[in-house]
């Protein structure tokens, strides 16, 4: 059974930076793509960053060059670099993992975490 733990989450002020953490078990984490999905109070669940099994990243675009993803097959576990945060990231982060090719939408994917928030303050 595949399971998933986030971590990291936290208040931080505005400029701020966050790490977070998913760590994985259950699976054969190397032949997942895994991803970062936030979820803002009123919005839909939404794809932060990804990574494929070949390590290749996708981002949102308001995220581009202040957020990084990172995989370590050897510890079973994915990470979200972010900086220069604002209070617009504020949101519940997911962590998801999918079987073969990276999904763009949550509802690609079967495995999730619990979520970990981000609180942003101005």
């Known amino acids: 059974q595949v399971r998933l733990v986030e971590s990291g989450g936290g208040l931080v002020q505005a400029g701020g930076s966050l790490r977070l953490s998913c760590a994985a078990s259950g699976l054969a984490f190397s032949s997942y793509a895994m991803a970062w999905f936030r979820q803002a109070p009123g919005q839909e669940r939404e794809l932060a960053a990804g990574?494929?099994?070949?390590?290749?990243?996708t981002y949102a675009k308001s995220l581009k060059g202040r957020f990084t993803i990172t995989r370590d097959n050897a510890k079973n576990t994915m990470y979200l670099q972010m900086n220069n945060l604002e209070p617009e990231d504020t949101a519940i982060y997911y962590c998801?993992?999918?079987?073969?090719?990276?999904?763009?939408?949550?509802?690609?994917?079967?495995?999730w975490g619990q979520g970990t928030q981000v609180t942003v303050s101005s």
């Open positions: 998801a993992v999918r079987e073969g090719a990276l999904g763009y939408h949550s509802a690609d994917y079967n495995d």
């Open positions: 990574i494929t099994r070949s390590m290749s990243t």
